[in-house]
């Protein structure tokens, strides 16, 4: 489990109370209960209670408030330090919250990884694989993040390696102490989290197979948008996860228990994570960074290569939907901080609720990613470094999730943004005669990109479509 190269440091932005009380400039925020121009702990109360003055809104895409008094304002989705973009409201709210705190975008990706492992399990969870790609902007390195190659626990069943993974890349780059990630995510799932449009969506969708009594009514039938559910054994797990003297035997306890539920004598193989150089591609406007093999990574920059040599950066159509037995189900998360430092995170059960076999000792949804699995098609993370000449370097990062064509997609994107708004806007008219669209530009068919950005000393954060996901910043 250990990474390729030595640990290195990654220089964070120190806040505190005092810092952010004298500062003359704000900008808006998302509807917090506490006061959000002050740091507040990451706690599960936190969570809990932010859960409870959200339920009866008629959305979820995080809103607005005002900004502190003699402050000025930014659009939504720009701010003065740091933002984090996720599937889920309550992930976003809590990777702000350790943001806040002091923590790094490693910090609060981790986090609300973590977090959406137990809201999300129809596209993620501990039984997932991750693929991952931090820029630091300390180093102006890019470094690749992976879960090593896909492994079979029993037959259909992929080997469960989040929690060594997420471990891995917290150690090297993250700020808060490990316990402090954990702390919201064991919270929601011990005393519950509502069930959001997302997973009720997959619910209806897919039914309720395997999933009794976690994501059931007593009755049967598949809980509703409200609902409240719970997952003590994966919150009993977390707990472990969190305050283990060594990551080897919460990782060894976690596989000794999953083995017993299999009525296997003990787990074969181990996961493999690692920490590997990204992969590189030098554009006019800077450097391409994106994640190597069994990735869509490879795919990416030959497209991209190709798209350049031909005509320029000038947007292509929107791929044709591929012809596939299965269309892998997906959750992506960005995180990025005011001085350039990105953090994509992407991860994977293979197909919705994964192999739908839920460990009763440990309450995982096992996925059913295996060797044979298209693993490229659902993990593509990119970042966009601008010129190291230029001062005050611009990074993009794009991730992308929900087509099994991701590599056509996020290039897609990438080459409309290094088109300029002019051509973007005359592309988004041309989308809208032809399909009748008014989704951003870049998007294609029910695909959901994340875009954040460092750009004039400022943090962006936005989406494809358009709010489809909700950010928290400051």
């Not at 990204?278 to 391409?288: E, F």
Request: charged share 10%.
């Amino acid at each position: 489990m250990e990474a390729t190269a030595g640990p290195m440091l990654y220089q964070k932005l120190l806040l505190s109370e005092q810092s952010l009380e004298s500062e003359e400039e704000g900008e808006i925020s998302e509807p917090l209960i506490h006061d959000p121009w002050r740091p507040q702990d990451s706690s599960g109360f936190s969570l809990a209670t932010w859960q409870l003055y959200t339920r009866g809104s008629s959305t979820e895409t995080v809103g607005s408030v005002a900004p502190p008094p003699h402050g000025h304002s930014h659009h939504p989705g720009v701010y003065h330090h740091g933002a984090i973009i996720s599937p889920a409201a309550m992930c976003s709210h809590l990777g702000h919250e350790l943001l806040v705190a002091g923590g790094n975008v490693v910090d609060a990706g981790v986090g609300a990884a973590l977090c959406l492992a137990v809201v999300h399990p129809h596209a993620t969870g501990l039984g997932a694989m991750f693929w991952g790609l931090f820029h630091n902007s300390s180093s102006g390195i890019s470094t690749a993040l992976t879960s090593g190659p896909a492994q079979t626990l029993a037959p259909g069943l992929g080997l469960p390696s989040a929690l060594p993974t997420l471990r891995l890349l917290h150690t090297h780059f993250g700020r808060l102490p490990w316990p402090r990630l954990l702390v919201g995510p064991t919270t929601l799932a011990q005393e519950g989290f509502l069930v959001d449009t997302p997973l009720a969506k997959a619910l209806a969708t897919q039914g309720t197979k395997g999933l009794c009594p976690l994501l059931c009514h007593t009755d049967g039938t598949p809980l509703g948008l409200g609902a409240r559910a719970t997952n003590p054994k994966l919150a009993d797990v977390l707990h472990k996860a969190a305050f283990a003297p060594n990551p080897n035997l919460a990782g060894d306890a976690l596989l000794s228990l999953l083995a017993r539920d299999l009525g296997l004598e003990g787990p074969s193989v181990e996961p493999m994570p690692t920490l590997e150089p990204a992969l590189q591609l030098p554009l006019a406007q800077g450097i391409l960074f994106t994640t190597p093999s069994p990735s869509a990574g490879p795919e990416l920059l030959a497209l991209l290569e190709a798209a350049l040599r031909s005509s320029g950066p000038h947007p292509d159509p929107c791929p044709p939907p591929l012809q596939v037995t299965v269309t892998p189900v997906s959750s992506v998360l960005a995180t990025v901080d005011s001085s350039g430092s990105v953090l994509l995170l992407t991860s994977s059960l293979n197909s919705s609720f994964g192999s739908r076999h839920l460990s009763p000792s440990t309450g995982i949804l096992l996925s059913n990613l295996v060797a044979k699995s298209a693993i490229s098609t659902w993990s593509c993370p990119l970042i966009l470094r601008g010129s190291p000449d230029d001062t005050e370097t611009d990074v993009l990062g794009l991730v992308a999730s929900g087509t099994p064509a991701v590599a056509r997609v996020t290039t897609r994107a990438l080459l409309s943004h290094l088109a300029g708004p002019q051509t973007q806007t005359q592309h988004q008219n041309q989308n809208q005669a032809q399909q009748g669209s008014t989704e951003s530009p870049g998007a294609c068919g029910q695909e959901t990109v994340l875009q954040v950005a460092a750009h004039a000393e400022h943090a962006h954060v936005s989406s494809i479509p358009n709010g489809c996901c909700p950010f928290q910043g400051f």
